[in-house]
Structure formats: C-alpha cells, structure tokens
DNA sequence: GAGTGGATTTCGCAT
DNA sequence: ATGCGAAGTCCACTC
C-alpha cells in the first residue's frame, strides 16, 4: 500500500501511474472537474470528490452524498494521465460503446495505492436452498393443498428438488432455479422425472419454480408438459423472514 | 481532513465516531466481513474492501473489481460502531425498508475523515437546445415528411420550439421538453398554438416532444387535441454524436 | 405515501 | 455478438 496525504501533483501523478502500471486500486481524494462524453455528455464544476480507480479498470467519482456515483465507467477502462497547466488530467477512455471519462484535479488530498486481496465469493439470499426451505415452510406456494414428502438432495449441481403430493395425491417434482431458468434447467427435471416414471408409477407431475422462465425454456416446457409456478428468492427472503421463529416441520 | 494508516482498531473506531458525529465522509480500507440483511440477505467472507460512508448516510462497499458494490445503503442510514472480540463493526441501520448492512473489519488498512465540499451543480447534455437542434438535423424524428421551418426562440424560460410543414403542408409547431413534461407544459403549447390560430390559419397542428408524458399532461393534451412523440435527451445526444460533423443546415 | 417509468443504468443469460 | 429482462436495482416524479 502506498498512500501520501496532501501529495504535490507530480507525487500524484507517480501514485496514479504506478497503480495502472501494476493493476492496482488506486485511490484519489481532491478538487476536480469531471467531464464525460459518450452516449451522453455531462459536465461537473469543480468541487471535492473520491475517485477510484479498480483493478479491472471501472472508475467510480463520487460526491460527498448520495449512493450513486456522479460519473463512472465499467470496467475494462485504458488510462492517460498526464500533468497539464499544473492539474493533474485523468482520462479513461472505454472502446465500446467509446466514451471519455475526464478528471481534472486542482488538488490531491490524499492519493493511494491499494493493494486489495478479496477472494470471498459473494452469496446473495435466498438461496435455493433457502427456497427449498420456504417450500417446505409454506406448501401452498406451490399451490393450494399441496404437501412435502421429502426434500431431496440435488441430482445435479445446482439444482435443488422437493417430492410431495398434490390435493387429489398425485406425486408432484418441484425443480428450483434461484434465477432465470434456461432449457437446460427444465430438461434437468424432465430427465428427473423419466427417472421416476420409470421406478414408479407414470402419473406424477413436475412442477418447476423460478423467478422467470427464458422463452426457450418455456416453449421446452410447454412441450414436455411440465408445469410453472414463479417464485423468487426475494419472495422467499421475505417469507422466512416473517416466519422465523417457527420450527421447520421436517416430513417423511 | 483526517488520515490515519495501518491504524490500530481503536484509533480506526474515534475516526468512525468521529465522522459519524460531524456529518463527514468516512472512507475506510481494510479487511472485513460484509453481511446484509432485508429485503434479501448476503454474506461475504474476510476480504480487502473500501469502505465510503457519505454525509448523507449512504454506505458503498466496493470490492477490488466492478463498477457496482458488493454490498450499500442508500441515503438515510442510522449507526452503530464499536470494538467486539478485536474486531471493529459497523452497523448502517436503514429504517424503512428495514435493512441492516454490517461490515466487521479484522483490520484496517487506511482510515479517513474526509472535508468534502461540493457545490457545483451536474449538468447532464442534451439540453432542450439540442434537443431542438436534433430535430432540425433528423425531422423525421417528428413524423415522416415533416419539414422544419424555423427554429424559434423560447416563449417563456425552459422552452423551445420548432416550426414547420407536415407532408401535406399544414403547419407544425412542436414543444420539446427535455425531461417527463407536467400539464403546465402542454398548457404553453396550447397557449402558443391559440395565438398563431388567432393570427393565421386555424389549420395549425402541435406536437410536444418529451421523454414522457405525466398522466394528467397526456390527458390534457388528448382534450386540447394536441399530438405526442416520444423525444429523450439521450437519444438526441446519439443522433448528435453520429451525425457529428455534418453541418447543421439552417432554414428561414 | 404508493405507484410508475427512466437510467450514461449494469449484469447476466439465452439466442 | 446481440438482445432481452432482472436488480436488494436507485431515483425522480405523478397521483
């Protein structure tokens, strides 16, 4: 890490060049204008504000309120920086769609260089697990007068399943995809559901259960004569939020 | 301005408080845990992260790559900070939703209170001039086989007007609003419309052109009889940008 | 206060 | 590569 408080510009310069230069976070905190054109253009007087500058080459310049960034780019930004009429010019430059980020620092408050080591994978709830969870919870989001039998155990990786009978005791197969599901999703319960069909008696029913369905999937499962019923994790989230507290009732 | 490097928890907590107490930005680099809880749930594991805590409450988690964060809050965020197990957490409260964003830092790399002033008001292009320039440049963005005439000065601060010829060379005035235009707005055109009526031919058509149209504007105009034709600001600046570099031909 | 639609949306997945 | 739809979307504005 290297960071210089109240850095002359040229000091700035050397901490923004040698973070480019071996693909690290850099860090800026001063007095700038900051110009952007592309499929838009906007323009921003001077003012203090932070910028950073990612390994991948996204840019963030925040002000000192609001969530948002005032200007930005996604990543994959190339860089020119350069001392011009003693200001310090930075300049991301994104190929397509071709657009020009502009920093024009008065002066550095603080400049850093970071070397950030982050390899944590990022888990966002619910889980399927959590909505397989949510199922056994709350039955009737399948629909109404159905019951669990058993949660199963994924037959792929990825894939989360719960058995159980519908009102008039047909076998049902639910199938969870924690987001859009594509064709290769409902084949997987189809494949599943053979299985079955196969072992036991022809007369079950699947039952798959995703936020979405991508159109092929839908068609694929029009065809197979599967059924759906949307469900997101979100929806999920919230459901055992509000029932946390209760026991999950495990079923034979 | 308030910096402090390799700082032990403690000396990291009182810039914290001290941030929080002063309405400050808080910037915070180091080690941690992130774990989120409300409308969804996320959890991540011990990494190298930034941590922006603005003056309005707003907290950015941002990890070594991409533009988005890893974890936030929006504006309005209450706090709770101390030391637990050598361990500091920070705790952003978000009312409503109810949301709690928890960050527990191993270790702090860089902690800052930073003295953002920032005045200067963002300006987002195109403006309704260009907008009007757009028009004049591509016409058939009002309707095939429209011919502009001339382009008018402002009626009252905020507008801009084009006049010109349909195809079957009844007379077009066009209103351009740059963002969702209220019925104040199509009240103006009405107004400049009944004045050129009562001056000339009653034969006078008016189009507005905005991004969008509020309910009760799009209702009004619907009862005035008036026309609408979908117009943004970023569109124009495409339009713009690609045609960038012919001239722009001017009519009397 | 709830609902609606835009965004320099970004991001991911299907086509 | 292109395009469509979701997002913990956020935000601004209408009702």
Redesign the interface.
Known sequence: ?N?I?DPELQSALEIVKGAHAQRK?L?L?GACRVDYKG????????????L?V???G?V?V??????EP?N????GCMFSTQLVDDKLVIRAIRPKPHETLTLTFKKV??A?Q?????????????TEEEMQETILLDPSLVEPGFRPIAPEKRVKPGFMDVYGMDRSGTPVVIEIKRKTAGREAVLQLWKYLQELRSQKTANIRGIFMAPKLAKGAQRLLETLKLEYKPLS??RC??ILNKEKGRKLLRYL
Do not use: C
């Open positions: 890490m960071v408080v976070t860090l905190v499929r838009a253009e906007s323009k921003l007087g001077l003012g203090d504000r932070i950073i990612k390994e991948d996204a963030l925040h002000r000192p309120t609001g969530y005032v930005w780019q996604p990543g408050n603080l850093a970071l070397d950030l080591t982050d390899r944590s994978a990022f888990e966002l709830y619910a994790p979100k989230a919230e």
